[in-house]
């Protein structure tokens, strides 16, 4: 017993040297300072412009990069009525949806839900769910846990040089760990 702790304090006291000579970031892997992000702007990538499945804006508020790809947080600018996304399942990650301006319908799993200003809902990995638009303006927080490839996907779609077709999209959803399963919603 007094060998594995001599053992374990002598594996910690070598790494000591080299650890002094790494930044706290190196270390934690993580960003160690807050940072600010101003109304309107995103970071990174400044606007993102959706191809496809609509022409909404997305602003990385948070990047996965930020935050060792534990979390990702958007905010979307809603600018096409009547369209949302295809039903859809994330295999890795859990979704959340807050409403700051604007109308939403959502279908998670077999449920179906409207959304107003102040409005929340959760939508956990694996399961099915879309949302369409249905104010003539929106706007919303995305947040992703993990961040997963969410931020690859939107930059993708984003840098497409015409429209996509279904077949693209449905390629784009794999390559970025999502699978469509179902059509998109109509407002009721």
Known sequence: MQRNSFIVALSA???????????????????VKGFKV??????????????????????VKISGSD?????????????TPGKGTPLHVHHFQDEMFYVLEGSYYFKV???????????????????????TQVSERGKMLVIFQPAGKMENFFVAVSQLDHEPSPKEMEHLFADNEMKIVGPPLKIK
């Open 109 to 131: 799993g077999e449920e179906t839900f409207d959304l107003n200003v102040g409005d929340s809902i959760f939508l956990p990995k694996k399961v099915p769910h879309a949302w």
């Open 38 to 59: 101003k109304a309107g702007e995103g970071r990174i990538h400044g606007h993102i412009t959706l191809k496809g499945v609509n022409s909404n804006i997305l602003d």
């Open 13 to 31: 006291l070598t790494t000591l040297p080299l650890l002094s000579f790494s930044s706290i970031e190196d270390v934690i892997g993580r960003k």
């Open 67 to 79: 935050t060792d790809k534990d979390l990702a947080i958007f905010e979307q600018t809603s600018l």
